[in-house]
């Protein structure tokens, strides 16, 4: 058996951890997936705004945020307006969205407090660690050090 690689390895984290969420919105009798959190999150928090703006303050790429827009009016949980450039849609919440988000509320603050469970157990914070790798990520890219690590392997043989 091989050992599993950093890729996969992380891939069944988010599998593990999404999962569990999606199950709870399941168990709780919601349609709603764990990506849109982020969207709702920034929409209570901010208002209606561009799916340029929400992919800006939420950190997902342009192209996945308007995915993730899509699917979420989709089920009845984000209204998409035009904006005052015809190629701008406004994302909004629906009243559906703002009905469900005290359970939102709830399913969040529950996740979060397993989420700690976790850490404790591992004696760290995982999202300290996940955004301290991503701050040196910034900083020198995976594909730099792909290039220095080829560069130290041939240098070697």
Same mark, same amino acid.
């Given at each position: 058996m091989y050992a599993p690689t950093l890729g996969t390895l992380l891939r069944r984290l988010i599998e593990a951890l999404d999962g569990a969420v @999606?199950? %709870?919105?399941?168990d709780a009798g919601l349609d709603y997936r764990p990506r849109y959190t982020p969207v709702v999150r920034a929409l209570l928090d901010q208002? /209606?705004?561009t799916i340029r703006a929400l992919s800006r303050c939420t950190g997902v790429t342009h192209s996945a945020m308007?995915?993730?827009v899509?699917?979420?009016a989709a089920h009845g949980l984000? %209204?998409?307006t035009v904006g005052e450039d015809a190629r701008e849609r406004i994302v909004a919440?629906? /009243?559906y969205a703002e009905n469900i988000c005290p359970q939102l509320q709830r399913l969040w603050a529950t996740t979060e407090a397993a989420a700690r469970t976790l &850490? &404790? @157990?591992l004696g760290l914070s995982l999202p300290g660690v996940i955004e301290q790798t991503l701050k040196l990520l910034n900083e020198t890219p995976f594909s730099d050090r792909l290039r220095r690590a080829a560069s130290s392997s041939s240098a070697l043989q």
């Open positions: @999606e199950q %709870s919105y399941v208002g /209606p705004m308007g995915q993730t899509n699917e979420m984000a %209204s998409l919440l629906t /009243p &850490d &404790d @157990e």
